[in-house]
């Protein structure tokens, strides 16, 4: 682990991209790096995200579950803790604010019995519902989260054990590293750049 020194916003605001220069002390780290180098950072939901998302569901966010493989050819995520609560999955392992994909509103269609929550979910995953779909999710890049409020009954009879199935997991995200410990007069810093 290393401490986060500074968050500097590089770009005006108002500029169409967020770039900022991030500096840790890497003193007692052990970390050693090269000028081109990647740091991935494992990110996680915002408090406010969770809550929303728990609030979606009608969740408990204490309870807590275990973690059995159904499946031998799907290991258990390692990341997990077992047990774990429905909050901790809720703001380490959910990417709850990315995109859904098509296969999104395919699996979520199952669970429907509204027949007008239903016909709307299967419109999004044919050919002929592409752009609607595009329209409704990708131009202004809706959340799961808002997707799962918007469709309450199917969302409703979803069986939390099957939102692992719905939801990806959160992905590592790559940051260049803008600093070199060669060039640097002091190797506790380290600078990346995030977009």
Known sequence: MAQLVSNECLTTTGHFQDVRLISFDIASSGMKHRAGDVLMIQPQNSVEAVDEF????????????LIEQTKE????????????????VAAHY?????????????FLAHFATSEMEKEKLIEFT??????ELYSYCNRPRRKITEVL???PNATSQLPFEYIFDLIPP??????????????????????????
């Open 54 to 65: 728990i609030e979606v569901l009608g969740l408990q966010p204490e309870t807590s579950f």
């Open 73 to 88: 050819d799907v290991p258990i995520p390692t990341s997990i803790p077992n047990p774990c609560t429905v909050k901790w």
């Open 94 to 106: 959910f990417d709850i604010q990315s995109v859904p994909r098509r296969s999104f509103f395919e």
């Open 126 to 131: 044919t050919a002929e519902g592409q752009e």
């Open 149 to 151: 409020a918007d469709f």
């Open 170 to 195: 959160l992905q590592p995200r790559a940051f260049s590293i803008a600093s070199s410990m060669v060039v640097s007069t002091s190797c506790h810093d380290q600078h990346m750049i995030s977009t």
